[in-house]
């Protein structure tokens, strides 16, 4: 095999047609495979079977002396908030525990900045003529859309080795409309960069304009390592702390990906003060998150050591997925020189740029052939990829069979799409 | 005993004395009770421990083909939904499951309402200049506070013995900025009245200025007698559509009184096109609630018919707590006429009106005296209660014997405050 750009146009022809009567036969196959989703496979939801045994009885309920199956505690189990400070190197009474979405303790810090303000805020950001918010990019839809969803326009951010490209970002942030900034700091969601600690301390330094800066650091793989020891991870409220922005920061990560998908408990981190702002507001919404499935979390993980154990098991799980993905594109892909891809260490994506112009079309030839993954241009501001190139993978759901099968089907699909692009066909 | 009003000033000089007296002797106890809050006792959660064991292994963990530990339906599990259906009396799909608090999804339909607008706004009601809401009174704090939160003005509609004026409430609605009225139709909090079959009649066939009115239902005490069998309600979707106002409602319930206080599942119930609206909404907040404690609760509480059976045991816990309330307020208050309260068959409160300006020094007093109190005033807008009158006794949390001792130190306190105000003391 030699690189598409080397070939001649009868070469490629040939090459066209061969694609074709691949693709057509994938087609024949009539799959159901899907690789949209950061889901978990069932192999893994099986490693936390233990969290449905851990309480049995009553007398099991109780943190202390608190019933975890009456009202109150706003903020979480004392043992909860304490486990959650474990894991990312804060203090408990820096942390509210949530009920079984991060992304909703997300968008109710927007939400609120949005109608009440945050505790800096001049003014609550609805009452602003406009509100900016940078999305290094590719990143994740979920985030970029919360804040879409309440009228703020989206600034692309480039992504670097590093993380987001501090340059810009430093030189954005100088406009007292840019509000905040999405961050995924480890494993990023898709690229799986890890952002260097130099892009840590800069995010965490920033000399924003605007007095209410919203650094939103979904620690969503902090554990999430499946090759390779664990990877220790500044605590950004310190960090931001020694960096005279203390009130800059809120963190947030759950236990989606390590117990039970969309019914973990989640974590909300921050300074004291923006943790009493928030509960503040938060009483006003409900009035306390499901205390028992926190007790549950707890007896089941222990503590941070533990987690990493049970990550482990995970790791074996995502393993063998992830290399079957790279294999193939290393094997079919790589020497025709149509794309790129990182080659993660954890976290829940492989991120591919394929040849510009053609991310819709191979995902169109997928869907097709009964492959469904991410949209194409779903890791961009408003899903539009400038250069229509990014595509998520995401590897986790199906069993490494299928993943053979449905990566066999996207790899033909890349090479008919280029292959048309070339051809223009 | 005679009424205080037909007492002499010596007469009223002997009790005082007596009355202070006892104050004293209750203040050395140094009790520490708390009749604050709905909250179930020990004993009541208890009669659900077989929640914590329903669920065992991972193949407990499906509905049908749905994996209830990873990602996905939002509206809720399948069996969830036709679980609150069959409560509710409504379909399915005009239903979502929550997470563990009705609260939280009360809060987020009105913030929705402010930040995006309902299924029929003209515009967002952070968009209008003024924006009024009708809170039959006394009520429930927290609703009031919802809308308090988001800049609503509100209005104190009275409390007649079927439910809210409904007169004045007709007349209300011809304003065009009144947004909506909060409802507890069974059990009023903290009155225990259920509306009558007309007023919910009346109430579901306004015809409102605003054509995004929103009848906020919250039945949060649907299947909650203690005393007598169940008493059937009407399907107020069905009862909004027959009216010609088929998207005006939205109902909400949870089983925190039926299992677990803040760790049960809650339900949003409205017409299908309401349901779908909101769906698009929430999209945008979380990927799905809790569906393994969905699924725990329907096979704990399987139906309509069982969850009734389970009521039962409460009623068995909660009917001599109510009925210790009342004896003590018959006995000790009644022949002294300084206050009337009603005599509820479900629910969890018992509502009393003391003598015009006496409510807040009555439970000053209860205070000084180690016990503690839903405060004076919150059950109506803005914490003021014009009278100064209405106090909400919450006698679910301390066994019998406790609420004997609170019940002695509050009709003490009582009679202290009135004799006080008589005197001018």
Request: charged residues 25%; glycine residues 6%; proline residues 6%.
């Amino acid at each position: 095999m030699i690189p598409y750009a080397e070939m001649t146009t009868e070469m490629l022809q040939a090459e066209y047609a061969a694609a074709k009567e691949k693709f057509e036969a994938c087609k024949s196959k009539s799959l159901k495979l899907n690789m949209a989703r950061g889901k978990p496979s069932k192999v893994q939801l099986d490693i936390a079977a233990e969290l449905l045994t851990v309480i049995q009885k009553p007398e099991d309920c109780f943190d202390g002396e608190i019933d975890a199956r009456n009202y109150g505690e706003l903020a979480g189990l004392p043992c909860a908030r304490a486990y959650w400070a474990d894991v990312l190197g804060c203090k408990p009474q820096q942390t509210v525990v949530g009920g079984s979405a991060s992304l909703n303790l997300m968008f109710d810090v927007i939400a609120r900045a949005y109608s009440h303000g945050l505790l800096h805020s001049p003014r609550p950001w609805c009452k602003e003529e406009t509100v900016k918010f940078l999305c290094p990019s590719p990143g994740y839809d979920r985030h970029f859309r919360i804040t879409e969803f309440f009228g703020a326009e989206l600034i692309t951010v480039p992504m670097t080795e590093e993380g987001p490209d501090m340059d810009l970002v430093e030189k954005l942030v100088e406009d007292s409309s840019v509000k905040g900034i999405w961050c995924v700091p480890k494993y990023s969601n898709p690229d799986g960069i890890i952002y260097s600690d130099k892009t840590i301390r800069r995010l965490a330094g920033l000399k924003a304009a605007a007095p209410d800066f919203l650094l939103m650091w979904d620690n969503a793989y902090c554990v999430h390592e499946f090759d390779g020891e664990f990877i220790p991870f500044a605590d950004i409220i310190s960090v931001c702390e020694e960096a005279g922005n203390p009130d800059m920061v809120f963190e947030f990560a759950s236990t989606s990906k390590i117990t039970v998908a969309g019914g973990g408990i989640s974590v909300m981190a921050a300074s004291e003060a923006n943790i009493q702002y928030m509960l503040k507001l938060l009483g006003n919404q409900t009035i306390s998150y499901d205390k028992l499935n926190q007790l549950r979390h707890v007896r089941f993980l222990k503590d941070k050591a533990h987690t990493l154990e049970i990550m482990k098991r995970h790791a074996e799980i995502m393993s063998p997925k992830f290399a079957a993905v790279t294999d193939w594109l290393d094997r079919e892909i790589a020497p025709l020189q149509i794309a790129s891809w990182n080659d993660p260490k954890g976290g829940y994506f492989v991120s591919l740029n394929a040849m510009p112009g053609t991310a819709k079309r191979t995902l169109a030839l997928c869907k097709e052939a009964g492959v469904t993954m991410t949209d194409a241009g779903a890791t961009f501001p408003y899903s539009k990829d400038p250069q229509d190139s990014n595509i998520r993978i995401a590897p986790s759901l199906p069993p490494v069979a299928e993943l053979e099968q449905a990566m066999d089907v996207f790899c033909t699909c890349l090479k008919v799409a280029a292959l048309e692009k070339m051809l223009n066909i």
